[in-house]
């Protein structure tokens, strides 16, 4: 019998809602960026900023408009865009150049809401790039990107983290130049204790699936972090995560799941695309086969241990650890904050292939899984590509491990075909190493 | 189509002032085209296989139609893919200035795009009501081929190049293919058998998707009207009915009397026309 | 007798086709050789501590070996690195040097670590991804100093102050070389072609600058004395990324119309030697951090925060100002996202100055006929040729 | 005579469906259709060609197995289906049913191309199948052939007489098809452009052999292994011997009937 989430409702609520602020916000501070980024410092400029993520809003309109997604992609490649940029990129700009915005409502907002300003990172070789053209586009957005140096154990390196520091601390002085406010620190320093909880509360959720049967799908865990994605910064936000790890935290307890019936466990490097293609999901499902870990879903917009003396775990951080956090000053909370940020599992892997390696050992080894997925995304500039086919190298000989194409919203890229064919050799192949063959 | 030649009998060149020919040699085709003072008399057309070669058979095509020698002719202009390769040509052109060239001679000055929809590559063309090219888009890498491979796709299906173009009119709803890359729509096409898609479907999936990709292209350059469309797949109804729908205009099915694969060399036979005649004639 | 300009342009065109035989004769020297991928890497260190640093170059050999290794949507330029270190062309290097770079040269620079055996032999210097943060210089200098370490421990000696001093001078003076070797494009009758040019900067990426400088001198002598070549014919400025197949160079300047090629805004061209470190500064490495910022940005780290301007945009501009194109050619490599991202931007403005241009999408191999169409079609519309 | 059983293999693939008659261990009769979005069409035709050309009539048959990326979608009947396998398990038994001592077979077919590693009983060890980019080699080889105006064998016999080196870009089918062309144009003798066509798509088959350890003997199988051209620069990438199978065009099919635990 298959678990039914109770707290599901509240998750798509909490999502749209931020959307509609950003969308149809009268006054307040429409802020944009890659929420792939620290978002607490703009939370010391109000309470009525309002949020909205370059790979979050791509995202869910590609789940909530497929056939608008599409179009949007097309725009932007019309308007010039690169064939092989970022898809999440070229449909973000593609709804500036049809000037409309959909909403994970359902609904679709005519006239593209101009934020006020944009504060962003760069990591990868697009992530700022991303939001000079969006400004260009909407005749000269006020644009801070920080440079978020770094991959495998940045977080561990004073330079880089003072560096982060350094350019938030710039940041927060142009924050107020642009608005015209006055930066609240005792607004911020909250705003970065629910950041951190948040972040540290999902990696507590993501690591119970360590626990047979997995109470969590890919499926599931691809819906529920977003949230975090969104607008962490919020008291809501805390209690969301909170009840969330309380509800699975009693699954485990229970032995209960959202998918019960688990033969095989596998371990999946790759944007989720399960969501997006159940036809493929199907595949998995029908012979018993769930992912039940992704650095995607985990390590976006969540964090773990990680490096303890160069040894990576997805081991979880007590959430007490974050309540006893010093933050008494601006320069403590930007420090915990690029700590924590510099320490994304995802980021790790971007510019480090030793990390991603790591992570991919200790993901099958903590999770005991049964196959490695490996699905780089044909346009992603970050670690969605980097290292993937390395790794098929790398594993083929440890453990079933399959690679294939995929696309994270441009579908006329994704390797459907190819997808299906290797996921049920992916299967006959764990079937075989059960069986002590292949 | 393996060697095809028309002629238009009105005009008898043995009393012509002017013989010139334009060559086009293109990747899958070459094209020869012969204007008696000024006036299209002959056209003919064979695959490209040995560049050279071809484009003497595409003239002897002409000859064998008219008796009309190559030594009869006062000026050849050569453009295309293999061009370099014509040795009896006295100059050549590219094919984007022949293409504008071209299309403005046959629908006349108020063709501001040109569409040139080839065996290997297709180009967006902007030109002047006289016919001067003034800026152009080649297709990307990943957009290269979509002529052959409509061939090769025929192929697949077991029908006729010219036949599956008025098959895809048959379905306005099928499942889509990849408009991104002409391999990816072939594997997704194969893989339908799977999903049982009915073939006339698949069929029109298959050109939906090409000619969204054509007008990709055509709306990155830009579509300044008039449009038109020329080279091999304008022969296509399939596309044409698609790249109206999705740009939004009408009027792109080819004249009656004019075989849109014939333009590129026109304009190279224009080109001979006012080189012979000399630098004065130069619009 | 002396040498004529042609003779000296030969000697470095021949560099450039045998880089290995060329580099193999410095190592007969006795001398200490360091490759690199990517022209963030801070010279001067190095050649401060006795080692030669240079550049590692493709080969333009079509192969599908590296598809394993690095994912299909990698430029073809980082595929040719990474397979010339698979295919062990370069073990002859005595270290491997790295600045954290564009995602495709940082693969090709995992694929050597991990799989070509550099793995105890290599450097990652921590290099900003964003150039014009207001804190870039310091951390520059933070990872520059462990670089220095690093080297002084490999190279088994101290590097000093007027060591680095040194170094300096020596690659400043190969870059106002360079630079001077340029200006001749500028102007009608130029007595040296830009491909030829182009084959001199490439060559000297894999020089030692102490070799490569003399032979500029010459050639830059040489060729004051003569008269220039015959007047120039349609203006053709590149702009875009990595590009060391010289045989691009070579087709834009044999087409059917004479052209002359006058400008090449790459990381294989201008882009590595535009610049000048400040010199006779008390702090050499914020010298150097100081002249590295002040390049010509790589797209990818191009982003000045608080207006997210593009610097790149400025140098473009200022080229076409001063060697005044006919027509410009976009020549990126096919998969590099951060230049078509500029070039998004960038038509819009070469639109508004009225210069036509194409636009060229690099893969191992060249497809002559595609791009020579591409570029006498570009020509004739420059031309405004018509029947 | 009516004692011996006799049983059908049909491997219907993206391009073609093969059927194969066998007795014993005996192939007696086979015959290839396209495919052409009939699966069903398609096996029937390739069946009863077989039949014909074994002389076997309809009702002797004692089963088919089936196999081929459609293989399950021939149930229909009258066709009397024992077994399905996939492809790639069809094509291991099918190669050490042609050579006792392959342990590893190189499949390269029109869409897809595929390795599997298998031990002394033909049971898998290891699988990989082609990346996306490498899609429909076949197809471009038969394509190519018709652009240069000559026959599959002629293709390959003209690049094993190139004398040129030309290389053609590796990205896809398509890029090696607009460059192949490209050089064409040029005026590339065609034995040069055909070695280069060969040589592309040998270049993708062993780059994707490269993931997987290759087990002796290696073998290979495919309508495209009858390209001697390709052969040759396939074994040259890997620097192994590889040994074309006899009928390299119907091993799966074969492997359908092993599969099914008969023939022995």
Same mark, same amino acid.
């Given at each position: 019998?298959?678990?039914?989430?109770?707290?599901?409702?509240?998750?798509?609520?909490?999502?749209?809602?931020?959307?509609?602020?950003?969308?149809?916000?009268?006054?307040?501070?429409?802020?944009?960026?890659?929420?792939w980024s620290p978002l607490a410092p703009l939370k010391g400029l109000g309470d009525d900023v309002y949020i909205i993520g370059g790979e979050p809003h791509a995202a869910s309109t590609a789940g909530t408009f497929p056939e608008e997604a599409r179009e949007d992609i097309v725009a932007a490649e019309v308007a010039g865009l690169g064939f092989h940029s970022c898809s999440y990129?070229?449909?973000?700009?593609?709804?500036?150049?049809?000037?409309?915005?959909?909403?994970?409502?359902?609904?679709?907002?005519?006239?593209?809401?101009?934020?006020?300003?944009?504060?962003?990172?760069?990591?990868?070789?697009?992530?700022?790039?991303?939001?000079?053209?969006?400004?260009?586009?909407?005749?000269?957005?006020?644009?801070?990107?920080?440079?978020?140096?770094?991959?495998?154990?940045?977080?561990?390196?004073?330079?880089?983290?003072?560096?982060?520091?350094?350019?938030?601390?710039?940041?927060?002085?142009?924050?107020?130049?642009?608005?015209?406010?006055?930066?609240?620190?005792?607004?911020?320093?909250?705003?970065?204790?629910?950041?951190?909880?948040?972040?540290?509360?999902?990696?507590?959720?993501?690591?119970?699936?360590?626990?047979?049967?997995?109470?969590?799908?890919?499926?599931?865990?691809?819906?529920?972090?977003?949230?975090?994605?969104?607008?962490?910064?919020?008291?809501?936000?805390?209690?969301?995560?909170?009840?969330?790890?309380?509800?699975?935290?009693?699954?485990?307890?229970?032995?209960?799941?959202?998918?019960?019936?688990?033969?095989?466990?596998?371990?999946?490097?790759?944007?989720?695309?399960?969501?997006?293609?159940?036809?493929?999901?199907?595949?998995?499902?029908?012979?018993?086969?769930?992912?039940?870990?992704?650095?995607?879903?985990?390590?976006?917009?969540?964090?773990?241990?990680?490096?303890?003396?160069?040894?990576?775990?997805?081991?979880?951080?007590?959430?007490?650890?974050?309540?006893?956090?010093?933050?008494?000053?601006?320069?403590?909370?930007?420090?915990?904050?690029?700590?924590?940020?510099?320490?994304?599992?995802?980021?790790?892997?971007?510019?480090?292939?030793?990390?991603?390696?790591?992570?991919?050992?200790?993901?099958?080894?903590?999770?005991?899984?049964?196959?490695?997925?490996?699905?780089?995304?044909?346009?992603?500039?970050?670690?969605?590509?980097?290292?993937?086919?390395?790794?098929?190298?790398?594993?083929?000989?440890?453990?079933?491990?399959?690679?294939?194409?995929?696309?994270?919203?441009?579908?006329?890229?994704?390797?459907?075909?190819?997808?299906?064919?290797?996921?049920?050799?992916?299967?006959?192949?764990?079937?075989?190493?059960?069986?002590?063959?292949? | 189509?393996?060697?095809? &030649?028309?002629?238009?009998?009105?005009?008898?060149? %043995?009393? @012509?002032?002017?013989? *010139?020919?334009? $060559?086009?040699? #293109? =990747?899958?085709?070459?094209?020869?085209?012969?204007?008696?003072?000024?006036?299209?008399?002959?056209?003919?057309?064979?695959?490209?296989?040995?560049?050279?070669?071809?484009?003497?058979?595409?003239?002897?095509?002409?000859?064998?139609?008219?008796?009309?020698?190559?030594?009869?002719?006062?000026?050849?202009? &050569?453009?295309?893919?293999?061009?370099?390769?014509? %040795?009896? @040509?006295?100059?050549? *052109?590219?094919? $984007?200035?022949? #293409? =504008?060239?071209?299309?403005?001679?046959?629908?006349?000055?108020?063709?501001?795009?040109?569409?040139?929809?080839?065996?290997?590559?297709?180009?967006?063309?902007?030109?002047?009501?006289?016919?001067?090219?003034?800026?152009?888009?080649?297709?990307?890498?990943?957009?290269?081929?979509?002529?052959?491979?409509?061939?090769?796709?025929?192929?697949?299906?077991?029908?006729?190049?010219?036949?599956?173009?008025?098959?895809?009119?048959?379905?306005?709803?099928?499942?889509?293919?990849?408009?991104?890359?002409?391999?990816?729509?072939?594997?997704?096409?194969?893989?339908?058998?799977?999903?049982?898609?009915?073939?006339?479907?698949?069929?029109?999936?298959?050109?939906?998707?090409?000619?969204?990709?054509?007008?990709?292209?055509?709306?990155?350059?830009?579509?300044?009207?008039?449009?038109?469309?020329?080279?091999?797949?304008?022969?296509?109804?399939?596309?044409?009915?698609?790249?109206?729908?999705?740009?939004?205009?009408?009027?792109?099915?080819?004249?009656?009397?004019?075989?849109?694969?014939?333009?590129?060399?026109?304009?190279?036979?224009?080109?001979?026309?006012?080189?012979?005649?000399?630098?004065?004639?130069?619009? | 007798?002396?040498?004529?300009?042609?003779?000296?342009?030969?000697?470095?065109?021949?560099?450039?086709?045998?880089?290995?035989?060329?580099?193999?004769?410095?190592?007969?020297?006795?001398?200490?050789?360091?490759?690199?991928?990517?022209?963030?890497?801070?010279?001067?260190?190095?050649?401060?501590?006795?080692?030669?640093?240079?550049?590692?170059?493709?080969?333009?050999?079509?192969?599908?070996?590296?598809?394993?290794?690095?994912?299909?949507?990698?430029?073809?330029?980082?595929?040719?690195?990474?397979?010339?270190?698979?295919?062990?062309?370069?073990?002859?290097?005595?270290?491997?040097?790295?600045?954290?770079?564009?995602?495709?040269?940082?693969?090709?620079?995992?694929?050597?670590?991990?799989?070509?055996?550099?793995?105890?032999?290599?450097?990652?210097?921590?290099?900003?991804?964003?150039?014009?943060?207001?804190?870039?210089?310091?951390?520059?200098?933070?990872?520059?100093?462990?670089?220095?370490?690093?080297?002084?421990?490999?190279?088994?000696?101290?590097?000093?102050?007027?060591?680095?001093?040194?170094?300096?001078?020596?690659?400043?003076?190969?870059?106002?070389?360079?630079?001077?070797?340029?200006?001749?494009?500028?102007?009608?009758?130029?007595?040296?072609?830009?491909?030829?040019?182009?084959?001199?900067?490439?060559?000297?990426?894999?020089?030692?600058?102490?070799?490569?400088?003399?032979?500029?001198?010459?050639?830059?002598?040489?060729?004051?004395?003569?008269?220039?070549?015959?007047?120039?014919?349609?203006?053709?400025?590149?702009?875009?990324?990595?590009?060391?197949?010289?045989?691009?160079?070579?087709?834009?300047?044999?087409?059917?119309?004479?052209?002359?090629?006058?400008?090449?805004?790459?990381?294989?061209?201008?882009?590595?030697?535009?610049?000048?470190?400040?010199?006779?500064?008390?702090?050499?490495?914020?010298?150097?951090?100081?002249?590295?910022?002040?390049?010509?940005?790589?797209?990818?780290?191009?982003?000045?925060?608080?207006?997210?301007?593009?610097?790149?945009?400025?140098?473009?501009?200022?080229?076409?100002?001063?060697?005044?194109?006919?027509?410009?050619?976009?020549?990126?490599?096919?998969?590099?996202?951060?230049?078509?991202?500029?070039?998004?931007?960038?038509?819009?403005?070469?639109?508004?100055?009225?210069?036509?241009?194409?636009?060229?999408?690099?893969?191992?191999?060249?497809?002559?006929?595609?791009?020579?169409?591409?570029?006498?079609?570009?020509?004739?519309?420059?031309?405004?040729?018509?029947? | 005579?009516?004692?011996?059983?006799?049983?059908?293999?049909?491997?219907?693939?993206?391009?073609?469906?093969?059927?194969?008659?066998?007795?014993?261990?005996?192939?007696?009769?086979?015959?290839?259709?396209?495919?052409?979005?009939?699966?069903?069409?398609?096996?029937?035709?390739?069946?009863?060609?077989?039949?014909?050309?074994?002389?076997?009539?309809?009702?002797?048959?004692?089963?088919?197995?089936?196999?081929?990326?459609?293989?399950?979608?021939?149930?229909?009947?009258?066709?009397?289906?024992?077994?399905?396998?996939?492809?790639?398990?069809?094509?291991?038994?099918?190669?050490?049913?042609?050579?006792?001592?392959?342990?590893?077979?190189?499949?390269?077919?029109?869409?897809?191309?595929?390795?599997?590693?298998?031990?002394?009983?033909?049971?898998?060890?290891?699988?990989?199948?082609?990346?996306?980019?490498?899609?429909?080699?076949?197809?471009?080889?038969?394509?190519?052939?018709?652009?240069?105006?000559?026959?599959?064998?002629?293709?390959?016999?003209?690049?094993?007489?190139?004398?040129?080196?030309?290389?053609?870009?590796?990205?896809?089918?398509?890029?090696?098809?607009?460059?192949?062309?490209?050089?064409?144009?040029?005026?590339?003798?065609?034995?040069?452009?055909?070695?280069?066509?060969?040589?592309?798509?040998?270049?993708?088959?062993?780059?994707?052999?490269?993931?997987?350890?290759?087990?002796?003997?290696?073998?290979?199988?495919?309508?495209?292994?009858?390209?001697?051209?390709?052969?040759?620069?396939?074994?040259?990438?890997?620097?192994?011997?590889?040994?074309?199978?006899?009928?390299?065009?119907?091993?799966?099919?074969?492997?359908?009937?092993?599969?099914?635990?008969?023939?022995?």
């Amino acid at each position: 019998m298959s678990y039914t989430l109770k707290i599901w409702k509240d998750f798509k609520n909490y999502q749209s809602t931020c959307y509609r602020n950003y969308a149809y916000a009268s006054e307040g501070l429409r802020c944009m960026g890659s929420t792939w980024s620290p978002l607490a410092p703009l939370k010391g400029l109000g309470d009525d900023v309002y949020i909205i993520g370059g790979e979050p809003h791509a995202a869910s309109t590609a789940g909530t408009f497929p056939e608008e997604a599409r179009e949007d992609i097309v725009a932007a490649e019309v308007a010039g865009l690169g064939f092989h940029s970022c898809s999440y990129l070229k449909l973000f700009v593609g709804e500036v150049v049809r000037d409309q915005i959909g909403i994970t409502d359902g609904t679709i907002k005519e006239g593209y809401p101009r934020p006020d300003l944009i504060w962003t990172t760069h990591l990868c070789n697009l992530h700022s790039k991303w939001y000079q053209e969006v400004s260009r586009r909407l005749g000269g957005v006020p644009l801070y990107p920080i440079d978020m140096i770094g991959g495998g154990d940045a977080e561990k390196d004073p330079k880089i983290v003072n560096y982060v520091c350094d350019q938030m601390e710039e940041g927060i002085d142009w924050l107020e130049r642009i608005t015209g406010r006055e930066f609240s620190d005792e607004r911020f320093i909250k705003a970065t204790r629910n950041e951190i909880k948040v972040l540290v509360l999902w990696g507590n959720v993501c690591a119970l699936n360590m626990h047979a049967p997995a109470p969590l799908d890919e499926r599931r865990l691809i819906a529920l972090f977003p949230p975090a994605m969104v607008d962490r910064t919020t008291d809501a936000a805390v209690q969301l995560y909170e009840r969330l790890l309380e509800e699975v935290r009693h699954m485990v307890e229970t032995g209960e799941s959202v998918v019960p019936y688990q033969r095989f466990r596998i371990v999946y490097f790759g944007l989720a695309h399960t969501y997006g293609h159940p036809e493929i999901a199907r595949i998995l499902r029908d012979a018993g086969a769930e992912i039940v870990a992704s650095v995607y879903t985990f390590g976006t917009a969540g964090n773990f241990r990680g490096f303890v003396d160069k040894q990576w775990s997805w081991k979880p951080i007590d959430p007490a650890w974050v309540d006893g956090l010093d933050l008494s000053t601006r320069r403590d909370a930007l420090t915990a904050l690029a700590k924590i940020v510099l320490g994304w599992p995802t980021w790790q892997g971007v510019r480090s292939y030793w990390a991603l390696e790591q992570m991919a050992r200790a993901m099958v080894a903590e999770f005991n899984a049964d196959g490695l997925l490996l699905a780089p995304t044909r346009s992603c500039e970050t670690d969605f590509r980097n290292g993937y086919i390395a790794m098929q190298r790398i594993f083929k000989n440890e453990l079933p491990t399959i690679e294939y194409d995929t696309e994270t919203v441009d579908v006329r890229k994704m390797d459907i075909p190819g997808s299906k064919r290797k996921t049920e050799l992916f299967v006959h192949l764990m079937e075989a190493h059960k069986k002590g063959g292949a | 189509m393996n060697e095809y &030649a028309s002629i238009n009998e009105k005009l008898d060149w %043995t009393g @012509a002032k002017r013989i *010139v020919a334009g $060559i086009d040699v #293109g =990747a899958v085709s070459s094209k020869a085209l012969v204007l008696l003072d000024g006036e299209p008399y002959a056209f003919s057309q064979v695959r490209t296989q040995r560049p050279g070669e071809s484009a003497a058979n595409a003239l002897n095509a002409v000859s064998r139609r008219t008796g009309l020698m190559p030594e009869n002719i006062h000026y050849t202009v &050569a453009t295309g893919r293999g061009r370099s390769q014509v %040795t009896f @040509a006295r100059e050549t *052109v590219s094919e $984007i200035a022949c #293409g =504008a060239a071209g299309a403005v001679r046959i629908w006349g000055p108020s063709v501001r795009t040109v569409l040139d929809a080839g065996g290997e590559s297709c180009k967006v063309i902007h030109c002047t009501e006289k016919g001067r090219a003034t800026s152009f888009l080649w297709n990307d890498k990943c957009a290269a081929g979509i002529g052959r491979y409509m061939e090769t796709f025929a192929g697949l299906v077991q029908k006729k190049v010219t036949e599956i173009g008025n098959i895809a009119l048959q379905s306005e709803q099928f499942p889509k293919l990849s408009d991104f890359c002409p391999v990816y729509a072939q594997s997704e096409a194969l893989d339908s058998i799977r999903s049982k898609v009915p073939l006339e479907q698949v069929i029109a999936a298959y050109h939906n998707a090409m000619a969204k990709r054509l007008s990709i292209l055509v709306g990155r350059a830009g579509l300044k009207k008039d449009l038109v469309i020329i080279g091999g797949l304008a022969r296509n109804p399939g596309i044409i009915h698609w790249l109206e729908s999705i740009l939004k205009v009408s009027n792109l099915a080819p004249k009656l009397e004019w075989d849109p694969a014939m333009t590129v060399a026109l304009g190279a036979a224009l080109f001979a026309e006012s080189s012979y005649r000399g630098p004065e004639s130069r619009t | 007798m002396k040498e004529s300009s042609e003779a000296i342009i030969e000697k470095f065109r021949r560099i450039t086709q045998n880089t290995h035989e060329y580099a193999k004769s410095l190592k007969g020297k006795g001398r200490l050789l360091a490759g690199y991928m990517c022209t963030h890497v801070p010279e001067e260190i190095l050649y401060a501590a006795g080692i030669i640093p240079l550049r590692i170059l493709s080969a333009h050999e079509s192969q599908a070996m590296t598809r394993s290794y690095i994912h299909e949507t990698y430029c073809s330029f980082s595929h040719d690195c990474a397979y010339q270190g698979l295919q062990k062309n370069y073990d002859y290097l005595d270290l491997l040097v790295h600045s954290s770079s564009c995602i495709h040269m940082a693969e090709a620079f995992n694929v050597w670590v991990r799989f070509a055996g550099f793995q105890d032999k290599s450097f990652l210097l921590t290099f900003p991804h964003i150039i014009h943060t207001k804190r870039a210089g310091g951390i520059m200098v933070e990872s520059y100093r462990e670089f220095k370490q690093f080297v002084e421990k490999f190279a088994k000696r101290p590097i000093t102050d007027d060591d680095i001093e040194r170094a300096i001078k020596v690659y400043n003076h190969t870059r106002r070389l360079l630079k001077r070797l340029w200006a001749f494009l500028r102007h009608d009758r130029s007595p040296v072609t830009g491909s030829d040019v182009a084959a001199v900067t490439l060559a000297a990426q894999v020089m030692d600058k102490q070799e490569c400088n003399p032979m500029l001198e010459q050639l830059i002598e040489r060729l004051e004395a003569e008269p220039g070549k015959e007047p120039s014919g349609v203006r053709l400025m590149v702009t875009g990324g990595a590009c060391d197949d010289l045989r691009i160079f070579d087709l834009i300047e044999n087409l059917n119309h004479s052209t002359n090629l006058i400008f090449m805004d790459s990381c294989t061209a201008a882009r590595y030697f535009w610049f000048e470190v400040p010199e006779d500064r008390l702090d050499k490495l914020e010298a150097i951090a100081e002249g590295y910022i002040s390049r010509i940005p790589c797209p990818a780290k191009d982003n000045v925060p608080g207006t997210g301007e593009k610097k790149r945009f400025r140098f473009i501009q200022q080229f076409i100002e001063d060697y005044k194109p006919d027509g410009i050619v976009f020549l990126y490599q096919r998969f590099c996202s951060p230049q078509s991202m500029d070039i998004v931007a960038l038509k819009p403005i070469i639109d508004m100055l009225g210069i036509p241009w194409t636009e060229l999408e690099l893969d191992t191999t060249v497809p002559v006929t595609q791009f020579g169409t591409q570029l006498e079609a570009l020509v004739e519309i420059i031309k405004r040729v018509a029947p | 005579m009516n004692k011996e059983k006799f049983f059908a293999g049909l491997d219907a693939g993206h391009i073609n469906t093969k059927a194969v008659i066998m007795i014993k261990e005996e192939i007696i009769g086979h015959e290839t259709v396209p495919t052409g979005f009939d699966v069903g069409a398609a096996a029937q035709a390739a069946l009863y060609g077989a039949l014909q050309d074994a002389r076997v009539s309809r009702d002797k048959l004692s089963g088919i197995g089936t196999t081929g990326i459609f293989g399950d979608m021939v149930q229909a009947p009258p066709l009397d289906v024992i077994g399905t396998v996939p492809d790639y398990v069809a094509v291991a038994k099918g190669a050490l049913f042609f050579n006792r001592n392959s342990r590893t077979v190189i499949d390269m077919g029109g869409n897809i191309h595929k390795a599997v590693r298998y031990d002394p009983k033909g049971d898998l060890l290891d699988v990989i199948q082609n990346d996306k980019c490498a899609d429909g080699l076949g197809i471009f080889y038969t394509t190519m052939a018709k652009a240069v105006g000559l026959s599959e064998a002629e293709l390959s016999e003209s690049a094993l007489n190139a004398t040129g080196n030309r290389s053609i870009a590796i990205q896809c089918a398509l890029s090696a098809q607009s460059d192949a062309i490209d050089l064409m144009c040029q005026g590339v003798d065609i034995g040069d452009v055909a070695d280069a066509v060969s040589k592309v798509i040998a270049e993708r088959v062993a780059d994707m052999c490269t993931y997987m350890s290759l087990t002796k003997e290696i073998v290979v199988a495919g309508k495209l292994a009858e390209s001697q051209a390709v052969i040759k620069h396939l074994s040259r990438l890997l620097k192994e011997d590889l040994a074309v199978l006899d009928f390299p065009e119907y091993v799966g099919a074969v492997g359908a009937v092993m599969s099914c635990g008969v023939g022995k």
